[in-house]
């Protein structure tokens, strides 16, 4: 028996290295969904310009245009968590996919106002779907000491496709003119390639061993954990069992019961933050805040492009510090940098400041949010959150997220026209009270098992 130890190691470890490049791969595939969730919230930055002369938009319309999506986001959070349960993740991202190509080719092509409002609302339903079964699917596969670093591969996607549709709004309009009437169309309508990617792939990946734990298909979760390089599969396949008994006796599969009441809290908190951080008003109208301080409207792409790189490599960061540090410090110390970074752009508006030091407002509100709530917000929502209750305590999380989301997208233009350091202030009194809430409630959840 002892001569068979080295080789069973030996085994295990080659099964473990195979199967951490499986692992790898089906975050990086269902990331894609995370990635056009990215590029369709700052597509729009691009051609609010051009939907303002082509369909006679006052500000009131063009944040309703803007919101058209948010809307769907809201429906789509909160409709993802019944058939991810019912049917599984990866059929639920396959449908994802399919929507993510109707909506950039439909916004592509939109014959008038209300076929544009109608297919960035399919796409909206598309991300606020995806915001909830991308990071859950990864989760749901991740060992937990991977697990904050394979997520946060999901946050990665997200500010890659935000670079990426600034980076393509840019050349668009470089190749095009930044005034040419169809290059709002090409915008919107590059989102069908990487869709089209993520259709071809997501029929490849394994099934969640969580959801197959679930469904009492017990050797299928075994295998996909073993697939997927875990160290004891066995051992973990029976963790998740006991896990999903314990919590589903009785009524406990109910999300809304006294015994869930405060991870719901919590992940509902964590929810509102998220959009009173402020990001989303600044990805949205990125251009136009540009715009205001002065820039033309090439100029105005190109420094989005800037901002874009700068969320990307405070991402980075986030990922390389989040399973070191923990998910607590991050919101903490970014509540701090959020604090200063919108107090700068209260001042530039307060004071009609241009040149770098719009830049460096901007690139501060986004690089605090990429590297605090951006990297730990799909986190720690799936690990305050039980098995039995993820899919539909996520859901209602998202929807929160999405509803507060739609608000600020529909009213920063109203609001930044009369006072845009108002809007900045709001943002920062939010980002104090984030900080005394999360060192008083939020406990650390790096490294949980469930």
Known sequence: MHTNLPTDTSTRASSSHSGGGRLLLSAIVAALGSLLFGFDTAVISGTTEALRQAFALNDNLLGFTVSSALIGTMFGALSAGRPADWWGRRPVLTVLAVLFLLSAAGCAGAWNWYALLFFRFLGGVAVGAASVVCPMYITEIAPPKRRGLLVCVSQLNIVLGILVAYLSNYLVAHCLGAENPVAWRWMFGVMALPSLAFLATAVAIPESPRWLAKKNRLAEAETVLTRFGHEDPSRENQEIQESLSAETTGVSDRLFQRKYLKPLLLVCMIAVFNQLDGINAVLYYTADIFR???????????????????NLVMTLVGMALIDRVGRKALLLVGSVTFVFSHALAALVFATHAQGWIVIAAMMGVVGSHAYSQGAVVWVIINELLPNAVRASGSAVACTLMW?????????????????????????????????????????????VTH
């Open 292 to 310: 205001m301080a002065g820039a033309d409207n090439a100029s105005a792409l190109m420094q989005s492009v800037i901002v874009g790189l700068t």
């Open 403 to 447: 509803v507060l989301c739609a608000a600020i997208g529909w009213a920063f233009p109203v609001v930044a026209k009369a006072s845009g350091s108002f809007a900045f202030g709001f943002f920062a009194l939010m980002m104090v009270l984030q900080f005394v809430l999360v060192a008083k409630f939020l406990p650390e959840t790096k490294g």
